[in-house]
């Protein structure tokens, strides 16, 4: 079974997104530091604000975009989400989208989300890394050890669509299906780029660069 790793695009999507998240807004706020609980990469289950402000300078052309230790997801791929077997172990906030003077950018619904359990599915014995020494009681390490560079990475199988791992290095991102990545395509979402997980060690090189 194939399974691909979303990514941002380098037609419909910032490379870096000039913006902050806060859980109000005033014209102020895009230049304060966004220190809240929620807003970290090790995530324990915790609701979200009902609502949140994206403030950015960019424009939003995109559907999906991964950032702020988190997705940010257009109405359109959140309900291609919910009508994909998905994992459910997330939360969601919705998403006002404005400039730094409080001006709408986007005319459609978006959203926030965040995953607080993760797919256990990286099957480390098949798999080619290179690794470095880590306290053996940090999450997301296997036996103690932090894989620091993948060669080639395996993937057991799973009957998800779409679902994010329990994998340091692969944790910021989700993951998908054959059948997602043809839903995504069919319905045209903007500013998503579908990377076979064979080719991932080398996308890993192409950023790092």
Known sequence: MSYFMLVKDEVNSPNFLKGVLHEEFNET??????????????????????K??????????????????????????????????????????????????????VNEPYFFLKFYNREDLVDYEKSDFITREVPTNKSFSL????????????????????FCLKDLKLVSYLFCSEKFKRQCKI????????????DIPQYFLSIER
């Not at 706020?29 to 979200?48: I, P, Q, T, V």
């Not at 036996?143 to 779409?162: A, M, P, R, S, W």
Request: overall charge neutral.
């Open 29 to 50: 706020k895009f230049n304060e530091g966004m220190e809240y609980n929620w807003n970290r990469l090790f995530f324990e289950k915790a609701d979200l604000p009902k």
């Open 52 to 105: 949140l402000w994206l403030i950015t300078t960019n424009k939003i052309e995109f559907d999906y975009y991964e950032d702020f230790s988190g997705h940010i997801v257009s109405n359109k791929f959140l309900n291609l989400m919910r009508e994909s077997n998905c994992l459910q172990d997330y939360v969601i906030s919705s998403l006002d989208i404005v400039n730094t003077k409080g001006k709408p950018k």
């Open 143 to 162: 036996n103690g050890i932090f894989v620091e560079k993948y060669k080639e990475i395996i993937l057991k199988e799973t009957n998800k669509d779409i």
């Open 187 to 198: 319905n045209d979402i903007k500013g998503l780029r579908f990377i076979e997980i064979g």
